[in-house]
């Protein structure tokens, strides 16, 4: 029964089911570490899931659909970044509004794509690496998105250790009115910040319907981009971090799904629920440590700036 | 260049006024979106808030707009104590679902029994479900910091996913045939809530989101708890001093917000939907989160506000059926209401000025 | 003249800037020379800030003419002026606690070279200017004076020409002031003109060559203030002569307050511990605590308040523990306190003056009735400390933020005043408070005792704890020292108290001893 899941078969879909998690995840991280909580993830992945289907459905090209996606996932995020930063709108009401906005429009756009079949994203040729045995099939025979994605953790992380531009970013997410007093432009770092962002989650949510299902459907990001922010907490804002939790939480999906699949007895619904659940469990585990909390979370998480020099 | 400068005192007119300027907006927004779906702006704006009201059908559409209203009123006046205080109740779609299935199956174990005592243990169920599933967010917070913002929303998953479990299974009708879905609670009598005048839209769940409104009007203005609220709200750390228990507040914020929903689903599931099924939950607890902003977080606005959205619920599905508008699109409308009214908020504590920025002395 | 003439650094020419409602700078002329250290004197709101923004290129001026070695010099923005050579270190400190020493400057900086240099950089200019600084240390874990000394080090690594200080000394202890008059004695023979702003006048004639005064906005002197007595520039400075308090000799009662080994963690990770405190408040008695920012007083006043709660026994009011008591159990039974911040703890910012007298006052003026609020007993209330303590405001309606920092602070005192209570703390009562409204806040300090209760002033300013305290306790790195009668007391002992210096060698603070008494007395 349990025996019958093939567990080169599970790490290899864990790849791919996490890659959407890990992009919006990332993109939110940076937009944290600047200050920002745009708890409008899931809204701009959804978006970025249709715009991307749509896009390359009408061109062939699944670069542009992931192109179109990320565009997409960008605008929804200068929407908020105009309201939180320039009309400074309390920032957990316009992140939901954004959610909510972007369900609703998305199942709007998306009207008449069901159930079509987007062109095939490329399998990234890695020559001699992708025939080793168990681990070929395992780890490097897939898209190149997900090696894309990879690639962005560790930019990601080198841009904001590393760069000048990076130590500014984290400035204004510790003190923005500090970063002010120099002379650091607020509003134009954490607008770029929140584009960013935006453009990433829009990124998973094009992989979702483009490669991972590969399908529209109206709400098929179920929650991911919810599990996203989750990820950013159990993280404490490090992007190694990230990149364990998606995938971690991909691993236990893809897990309840072959668990489903090879009949446990165990009835439908309450696997489908354990990956929200185990995401509650991170979470408190994380949120109990109140120091490291504290020592890690962007210190103007949430709060408005308001320049009154 | 034009620049924002903080006013001394919110201001009492730009507060009132801003509701109706993003409704206004929004009319004119949506009017561009149903023109770019190909269909007649005026006309379908008409459908929408015109025709429920006064139109054709008007005499079947009135009281639905009681009955659409009535659990977006009576969730929205529990999350608005919570979003004063700055505690976010995002799972309030969540606690309705748990709330209905505690309520129907209270129902379902008494049944075939034709007894007073029914409904009101319905409604006792109903409101303990709700808060129990509130509680949870509320216990982690208190006890280990966790954000009730997910956990409260992961919890919605978890309900849906628990409300399909109940459909398919413990709650399901035996005579059914086989169909998900449990015995339909409008033809159990003594479960039913009925609608107390005839074909007025008025049910339990009507008259509880009345009374709600006058309840939270009077403790929010008057009740030293409204007081504590409010501070928690603005200036947190002036709470404290103060002597408000952060503890305390947030489990009855959340508790009361979660029992309020619970109710909803309760008054729902026995009355205008009738049974326990996979689709049951219509995401009236997500709505009620732009009902309480759009009613600015005030007993009597709200009370407007889940009118007017009640309104665009009605309007809408007017639409569907004379103007083939999806049903995507009003939802769209929704959201963009929502965002206008944020927008335009900066307006009661921010005055525009155009010259050359300046510095402070 | 006693010194050769110098070469002129800066000249400024009838400077004005006016704002709606008050005329900031009013044709403000004067001259700072190379290698100068110039005085900025004045009262607070004189004009002081906002001259020295035009100079850093942060305001515009209306009118007037500034001139850098001989060229026009008009800066419009900071990174400008920085780039001709002006350097400014403010008052609040623009630095990132979760960041390290390195990345503060770096950020502070236009073209910052690349890390390890600039540690290396670090390293060495601190220990040259005799202000040790390790670049790898996260700035939150840093003392006040050593995070002054980050921003300092940020100034000289631009290698100004002109150095400007805005009330450098506030948060530092005595012998911490003694070695940054070092380090400015250093700068100054190396050629970099100083402008240091302060209303502190025994340090402004210990340390600088020339004064130019300030008064509502105009020049009123310019003079060389080490031939002035302090007395004469004060006048100078305010004009009239001011009044002291009056203060009734004190015969202290009974013991009412009594805290016995109070410590405490604090919530924060950047804050401070409370360790082992232990102190007897009679009634009748001011007692002051003094001691530099970031040393437990927020903490200690959270402890009094009932924000953080304790061990019963820690803390006991007539006898009662009340240690492990909230804030409004405290109240009933008599203990009220004043926090530092007044927009955002001690007030709420976008509340109205009913609904802040409400905020403190319920229980111990009555006005909760069944758990229902009695507004028109509270406004009654707000008018009635309105009156009393002669805060200028259209009326109870308005928000609190509308009112000017002094009338605030007047308000928040006087709602706690009113309340009459048995044990009053206050955390800082008059900083950034127009001198009128300091003097009355004092004065109603000084009644409350006379009629009995027993207060506690926490306080940054130790002229104002010498003027209405009967005893002092230092406070340092969250241990209190033992009070002593504030009779007799010399600045010297009270940096002692203090604790000297953070993060220094020995061999550092004998070297400061040794210069301020360079007659070698021990």
Redesign the interface.
Known sequence: MIGSIDPVLLVASLMIASTPILLAAIGEMVAEKAGVLNLGVEGMMIVGAICGFIAAVNTGSPMAGFLGGALAGAAMAALFALLTQVFQSNQVATGLALTLFGLGLSSLIGQGYNGIRPPATARLDLGPLSDIPVLGRMLFSHDWMVYASLGLVAAVWAFLRFTRAGLILRAVGESHDAAHALGYRVVRIRVLALMFGGACAGLGGAYLSLVRVPQWTEGMTAGAGWIALAIVVFASWKAGRVLLGAYLFGGVTVLQLNLQAAGVAIPVQYLSMAPYLITILVLVVISADRSRVALNAPAMLGRNFHASR | MIRLERRPTPSRFWTGATPVLAVIATMIAGGLLFAALGKNPAEAIRTIFWDPLFGQFASYSRPQLLVKAAPLILIAVGLSFGFRAGIWNIGAEGQYIIGAICGAAVALAFYPMDAVIVFPLMVLAGAAGGLAWAMIPAVLKIRFNTSEILVSLMLVYVAGHILSAMAFGALRNPEGMGFPGSRNLQQYPAAHNAELIANSGLHWGTVTAFLAVIAAYVLMQRHILGFQIRVAGEAPRAARFAGVNPARLTAICLGTSGALAGLAGLFEVAGPSGQITPDFASGYGFTAIIVAFLGRLNPLGILAAGLLMALTYIGGELAQLTLALPAAAIQAFQGMLLFFLLAFDMLSNFRIRIGRPEGAQ | MTEPARETLLTIEGLTKA?PG?V?NDDVSFAIGRGEVHALLGENGAGK??LV?MIYG???PDAGRMALRGAPFAPP???AARAAGVAMV?QH???????SVA?NV???MEQ?PKPRDLAARIARVSEDYGLPLDPYRLVGDLSAGERQRVEIIRCLLQDPRLLIMDEPTSVLTPQEVAILFDTLRKLAAEGTAILYISHKLEEIRALCDAATILRRGKVVATCNPREQTARDLAEMMVGTTLATPSRAEATPGAAVLDIAGLSVTP???FGTALRDITLTLRAGEVLGIGGVAGNGQDELLAAL???ARTEPGAIRLKGKPVGDA???AR?ALGLL?A?E?RL????????TLI?NA???A?IRKGL?SG???R?PAARRFAEEIITAFDVRTPGPE??A??LSGGNLQKFVIGREVLQAPEVLVVNQPTWGVDAAAAAAIRQAILDLAAEGAAVIVISQDLDEIMEVADRFAALNAGRLSAPVPTQGLTLERIGLMLGGAHGMHEADLDEAHRHSHPEGAA
Do not use: I
């Not at chain 3, 400190?93 to 960041?99: I, K, N």
């Not at chain 3, 955002?344 to 509340?351: I, K, L």
């Open positions: 704002y008050v900031a800030s906002t923004k942060l305001v515009r923005q900071p990174s403010f400190f623009s630095l990132f606690e979760a960041l990345e770096a950020l502070g910052a919530a924060n990770p308040s009932g924000e909230g804030p409004n109240r306190c926090p911040e955002g703890h001690a007030a709420a910012p976008d509340m609904e409400t905020l403190t319920t909760l758990g229902f609020v507004w308005v928000a933020r509308a």
